[in-house]
């Protein structure tokens, strides 16, 4: 079978304390895409992510910006070594600003700026305690959809992240959260999990938020991506820069339709995914959508030099 490329991008859940540090140590080029950030953003992100000495990595306007680098930097070091060029790009939540830029659609510059203001307006749209999200394993989004709206009792919950089969992310009030987890145990669930954070994304909550975030597309410098790109909201390619931007500012209180975005690829014959970011999120996930795509991993050494010969 021919090769045909995808990349996919993490979004927040995928940071960790020294992410790239052995490739940085061996490729000047990922921290020179750091510097790029810190010039920017005015604060060291690459001792943030090497040390983060004041427990800010896990904070969303914090994170999104180190995300976003690390996956740009990941990308960057992926063409100087003269990697495949893929037919498809597309990303989880944040990770989609990631594929937006590295399919030349938003400058790194502004991009960088934007995933900023976008942490600073979810970190804001409600407040700490108010907001939660939670896993559901092993159960149906039909039947998920039905506990949420069963339990809601004029609260907000629903599904946000249909990551993969039996793998969903319900978000809304910390109350009507945790009686939706409780139905989704009854409804058959293995298991519902609180997750650590206390923005509840990608449910009405966040539409302060999405408001806000569009005034600020309205003056973005975009251009329609060289590289294909599928987004979450409607799993799909955007047809034109206002459909494009329309859904990148309706991702912050629509659901991210993963599982879908990674079945278009396939059946459009992807036949292997890079995930470029820190982490094995979305490997993980690949194996549940779809075991026969291997999603391959770049963030270290080993991986990198083993995806580059194509040692799959």
């Known amino acids: 079978m021919p090769l045909k490329l995808a990349f996919v991008f993490p979004g927040q ?3 960790h304390v020294g992410m790239l540090s052995e490739l940085a140590s061996i490729f000047p080029l990922i921290e020179e895409t750091f510097s790029e950030a810190s010039e920017i953003l005015n604060y060291d992100v ?24 690390a996956s740009v930097a990941l990308w960057r070091l992926w063409q100087a070594q003269g990697g495949h060029q893929p037919s498809y790009m597309t990303g989880h939540s944040l990770g989609e600003y990631s594929a937006l830029v590295c399919s030349g659609a938003i400058p790194f510059a502004t991009a960088v700026n934007l995933v900023r203001l976008r942490g600073q307006y979810m970190q804001s749209a409600v407040p700490t305690g108010q907001g939660a999200m939670a896993a559901i394993i092993g159960l149906a989004d039909d039947l998920i959809e039905q506990s949420c709206t069963t339990v809601a009792d004029g609260e907000v919950v629903t599904p946000v992240n249909y990551n993969a089969p039996g793998q969903v992310v319900i978000a809304g009030h910390t109350a009507a959260v945790k009686r939706a987890m409780q139905a989704c145990r009854q409804a058959g669930a293995k298991r519902a999990l609180l997750l650590p954070i206390s923005v509840p994304s990608h449910c009405s909550l966040m539409h302060p938020a999405a408001m806000q975030l569009a005034e600020q597309l309205t003056e973005l410098e975009l251009q329609m991506p060289d590289i294909t790109v599928i987004q979450n909201v409607t799993a799909q390619v955007p047809v034109n820069k206002a459909e494009l931007l329309h859904n990148l500012a309706a991702q912050l209180h629509c659901p991210v ?18 995930e470029c970011g820190p982490g094995q999120v979305l490997a993980g996930l690949g194996k549940r959508i779809n075991k026969s795509v291997p999603t391959i991993r770049v963030s270290t050494p080993v991986q990198l030099e083993a995806a580059l010969k194509n040692e799959l």
Do not use: F
Not at 46 to 69: E, F, M, R, S
Not at 265 to 274: A, E, H, L
């Open 46 to 69: 690459w001792q943030l992510v090497q040390t983060d000495l004041h427990q800010q990595l896990n904070q969303t306007k914090y994170t999104q910006p180190a995300l976003l680098t």
């Open 257 to 274: 339709h993963w599982t879908r975005c990674v079945r278009e690829m396939i059946n459009n014959g992807v036949t292997i995914m890079i």
């Open 13 to 15: 859940g995928s940071q």
